[in-house]
């Protein structure tokens, strides 16, 4: 049942991944809100954030499909599947360790947002957008992404204090 339910959550992820992407923006929305005293606006139904209003740097950032965690999320959804099938007793463990690694790959993207429009603003949106997207936006999402499977892996395959 758990299996069929983490399926669920991988197909949930494709079939609303408009929704999820808009999520992701309103994240990186509130965050800029905070942080910075120019302008900032989301447009949901694009999954688009638009910042530095205000300003003479203005620009708007779209969440496309293939710039989403939730494509980082998804193999560590069916690893853990796979791993509860194979050893059933571990499946707390797997539990914690995904919502862990989710959280953590969710903080990674709003990194790589948050990278690009600060690099955007110092550098100018085509020098900006080239090394905040192109570069290290992918450095950042590689690195993160790759940190938290090896999380993942650690934490749901660690023998609990009691059995070591």
């Not at 999520?23 to 688009?48: C, D, F, H, K, N």
């Not at 959280?103 to 020098?127: E, F, M, P, S």
């Not at 090896?150 to 749901?156: D, N, S």
């Amino acid at each position: 049942m758990l299996i069929g339910a983490l399926g669920a959550v991988v197909v949930a992820l494709i079939v609303m991944n408009r929704a999820y992407r808009t999520g992701e923006m309103a994240l990186a929305s509130g965050i800029l809100s905070l942080i910075t005293s120019s302008g900032v606006y989301l447009a949901p139904q694009r999954q688009s954030l638009y910042f530095g209003l205000g300003t003479d740097h203005a620009f708007g950032l779209q969440m496309s499909p293939e710039c989403t965690s939730a494509f980082l999320v998804l193999p560590l959804l069916v690893v853990g599947a796979v791993m509860i099938a194979l050893r059933p007793r571990i499946a707390g463990r797997v539990l914690g360790a995904l919502a862990i690694a989710t959280l953590a790959v969710i903080l990674v993207n709003q990194l790589r947002i948050l990278t690009l429009v600060g690099l955007i603003d110092w550098l100018g949106t085509d020098r900006g957008y080239y090394w905040g997207h192109t570069l290290l936006g992918s450095m950042v999402s590689i690195i993160g992404g790759a940190a938290a499977l090896v999380m993942f892996v650690w934490l749901a395959t660690r023998k609990p204090k009691a059995e070591r």
